[in-house]
């Protein structure tokens, strides 16, 4: 159960005058539920998770443990990676004084160019589902909450506050329901609505979280909502709970009760629930809530970094590395990587280990580690590393000061009569020539250099999105000649407002770098070396929340770099350094690809153990990766998105188009290779049932095989195949391995609305393979519906 219904709740609600109730119905502030000191009720404190746990401040001063993104997380196909990492985020929670974490994110990889796909599990609905809710049963055995966010077909960005979508029934249960359906069964104890809508419904408002969740599901939790997005009153009579962190409510809930309007049952329950966890997780009663004393995280961060990375190519065994004198590693990421992605999810890690570092520090002395950009990347303006911050209030007052190591500075607006923020920095140029020096932040901004006015200007607000009124303001910027070595005096300011969010950053960056000079350099260090590792990626600005991507190419020269380097050295590996797909027009050219994802903080320990052979890439793609750009729309039309392929989400879309992408959903490579020697399934089934296979590793190297299964059937009525199961086996070299993978019975029924769940009768293939289109070993059964 999610909850229970003990009759202490049931007693304190009936304490409370119906003010009473509707205050605790609404955040007291970003973070924090209302308290109630009549009836012993603390404070409930949420915090941002899926990668790490904040806490309840933006501060760079405040580090959190940063994990893989959850992309990666469900690239391993293993419920004990997700474990380890659960419990992790559990003891973060703990540390950070944080009782509910919003983490797992359910929705789906529907189109490869969601800006979001980082923070999602997979593509396929039993995958995500596996993983979700492996991670919830983990943070809540910790005695911290999970939320399962953000109900529902929140799969991509563009008009993510207002978008209408629109999908069919079947494919709303049979794909994009089925991860919360699986939370829920999972005991998770928070659901968070979407900002969107599905079928002309606002999900903060929706009919299905009465109907599905809470009557159908017996969801027995909190339904919050996403950060501001209840705007009326609508939900109180619908299944939201409470609105974070503001909201509508208040006073017109109390007179929709008392004019009749809404009973107050309606709102008793919404407390009930509340109430139930806040018991569960310490902040009612004399309830301590228990200490955890984590794994060490370092070495499971580096494990799990291992388990996740995905090895598509592999040719004439370029990997793993083995002895090298000199290595050439390459690419803008390779010394400066992304760990993770952008928006609400963002932590502040104590350091993150790059490929390069990771490589020095496990090859021995005598091998020589030799590093270049290759090329550079527009990652947009760079905040300066220190600053002194000043909050004025409307006479100029000094209300705080205090130093920050970084100019991007997001809380000093909270302060209290705060009406202007401004940031100082002395800037020691490194080079001389035209320097570009930004402000961002909305309402009226100022840039002084040495006390010459570059930059004022008023940045009217022109989006309510939280991610980018919060997060991502526009810069302004102005162009100042500079001299190397000699001090220039920064000042940034913005003015302060309720509407006006939360950051103020000031950047400075140096004049433009010969990038064919770059080229070069890296070309050469290539040409000398034994072995060139490429590492490519996204950016922060291509890759983020609240904004979807417009192509899958790399951002700037990167393809050619790869080229280059490929040109000159056949043992080259590319490195991929993304939260999703990305375009590999060269990955025939080069010896190896790997995928490593957004790897938090021990990524280039974990690509480093990978890379020399320490590790095996245990990684298995959650998603296809395309070979062209394209996909169903992530574009609302008049505010609407029309999810109009169906079912067929990703490989069933391809598989339907019989087409071919660059690599199939399911697909990656160890260090050895297997065959499938035979599979066993009953003649004929009526529900769950267990499929008996034999693999044997045919390699020189222990290894990993994750064995797949798949189900088809020739009625028209289905995808032409889908995902059923799957587990994991590990052989000595010359070992067979049978494995049992168990296939449940949802996995047979399809949703025929009035209906129901219904299992059809009839000839039923399955098929088990190391991918969706490799599949060597088939069988044919029957099922037989009671």
């Known amino acids: 159960m999610n909850g229970e219904r003990s009759p202490e709740s049931e007693l304190l609600v009936e304490k409370l005058d119906l003010p009473a109730k509707v205050a605790l119905l609404t955040g007291a502030d970003v973070w924090r539920t209302a308290a109630e000191p009549d009836i012993g009720l603390r404070p409930v404190v949420f915090s941002d998770g899926p990668a790490g746990v904040r806490g309840e401040g933006w501060d760079e001063r405040a580090n959190s443990i940063l994990l893989p993104a959850p992309i990666a997380v469900a690239a391993s196909w293993d419920a004990a990676t997700a474990t380890a990492l659960g419990g992790l985020l559990a003891a973060e929670a703990h540390r950070k004084g944080v009782h509910v974490v919003l983490a797992p994110t ?8 969601s800006g979001r796909h980082f923070e999602c599990f997979a593509e396929d609905p039993l995958l995500a589902a596996r993983t979700g809710a492996a991670l919830v049963r983990a943070i809540q055995a910790g005695g911290v909450a999970a939320t399962a966010k953000h109900l529902v077909a929140n799969d991509s960005e563009t008009g993510r506050l207002g978008v209408d979508v629109r999908v069919d029934e079947r494919a709303l249960r049979e794909v994009y329901l089925a991860p919360f359906e699986a939370a829920v069964r999972a005991g998770v104890r928070v659901v ?15 009919p299905m979280l009465r109907s599905v969740l809470k009557d159908e599901w017996g969801f027995e939790g909190v339904v919050v909502s996403d950060w501001g997005a209840v705007r009326s009153l609508d939900p109180a009579a619908a299944g939201l709970d409470l609105a974070m962190p503001d909201g509508p409510w208040g006073h017109a809930l109390v007179a929709a009760v008392r004019s009749g309007e809404l009973d107050e049952s309606v709102v008793d329950d919404k407390v009930r629930r509340l109430l139930e966890l806040a018991r569960w997780c310490g902040a009612l009663g ?7 004393e984590p794994s060490l995280p370092r070495t499971v961060l580096r494990k799990a970094v291992a388990a996740g990375t995905v090895l598509l190519h592999n040719r004439n065994e370029t990997l793993p590395l083995g002895s090298v004198r000199m290595l050439a590693v390459l690419g803008p990421k390779a010394a400066t990587p992304r760990a993770q992605g952008g928006g609400s999810a963002g932590v502040y890690p104590s350091h993150v280990v790059s490929l390069v570092d990771g490589l020095r520090a496990a090859l021995p002395f005598l091998t020589d580690v030799c590093a270049a950009p290759g090329v550079r990347l527009d990652e947009g303006p760079t905040p300066v590393d220190a600053v002194r911050v000043r909050v004025l209030d409307v006479s100029g007052r000094e209300l705080l000061t205090e130093h920050r190591h970084t100019g991007r500075v997001l809380e000093p607006t909270l302060v209290a009569g705060a009406a202007t923020v401004e940031l100082h920095a002395v800037l020691r140029p490194e080079v001389s020539g035209p320097w570009t020096v930004s402000v961002a932040g909305w309402n009226r901004v100022t840039l002084r250099a040495d ?6 200007e008023d940045v009217p607000r022109d989006t309510d999105d939280p991610a980018v009124v919060h997060l991502t303001p526009p810069y302004r910027s102005a162009v100042v000649e500079l001299v190397k070595g000699t001090e220039v005096h920064l000042v940034a300011s913005r003015a302060v407002d309720p509407d006006s969010g939360r950051a103020c950053v000031l950047a400075a960056d140096p004049p433009p770098v010969d990038e064919d000079r770059l080229l070069a350099e890296a070309v050469s260090l290539a040409r000398s070396a034994d072995a060139a590792v490429v590492v490519v990626g996204t950016t922060a600005t291509s890759e983020r929340e609240g904004e979807d991507r417009t192509t899958l190419a790399l951002p700037g020269r990167q393809d050619e770099l790869v080229r280059a380097v490929a040109a000159v050295n056949p043992r080259t590996v590319v490195v991929v350094n993304a939260g999703g ?18 790897p938090g903080q021990e990524g280039g320990h974990g690509l480093a153990d990978v890379l020399l052979g320490f590790a095996e890439p245990g990684g298995r793609l959650p998603v296809t990766w395309p070979d062209r750009d394209g996909g169903p729309s992530v574009t609302p039309v008049d505010g609407v998105l029309d999810y109009t392929e169906g079912l067929d989400i990703g490989y069933r879309g391809w598989l339907a188009a019989e087409a071919e992408p660059a690599y199939w959903f399911g697909h990656g490579l160890g260090y050895t290779t297997w065959t499938y020697e035979r599979i066993r399934v009953p003649p004929a089934v009526d529900g769950s049932f267990t499929v008996q296979a034999r693999v044997r590793n045919t390699g020189s190297r222990p290894g990993r095989e994750v064995v797949q299964v798949y189900l088809s059937r020739s009625d028209g ?8 199961g799957y587990a994991a086996v590990t052989a000595d ?7 049992s993978i168990a296939v449940p019975r949802r996995a047979l029924e399809h949703w025929s609305g009035p209906g129901g769940w219904c299992l059809a009768s009839g000839p039923l293939s399955v098929l ?13 059964t029957r099922v037989a519906a009671r």
Do not use: C, F, K
Request: aromatic fraction near 4%; charge should be positive.
């Open 106 to 113: 359910l929705n789906l990889h529907r189109s490869p160019l």
């Open 768 to 780: 088990v393979g190391r991918n969706a289109n490799d599949l060597p070993r088939s069988a044919a």
């Open 286 to 292: 004399r309830r301590t809530r228990r200490r955890i």
């Open 192 to 206: 968070m609505t979407a900002y969107g809508g599905v079928g002309g419904h606002p999900m903060s408002s929706h």
């Open 717 to 724: 009525d289905h995808p032409v195949r889908w995902l059923a």
């Open 581 to 598: 797909p990305v375009l590999l027009p060269w990955r025939d050219e080069v010896g190896a690809v790997l995928v490593g994802w957004l």
């Open 451 to 456: 006390d010459h006015l570059l930059v004022d």
């Open 733 to 739: 070299p010359g070992e067979a391995v049978d494995v």
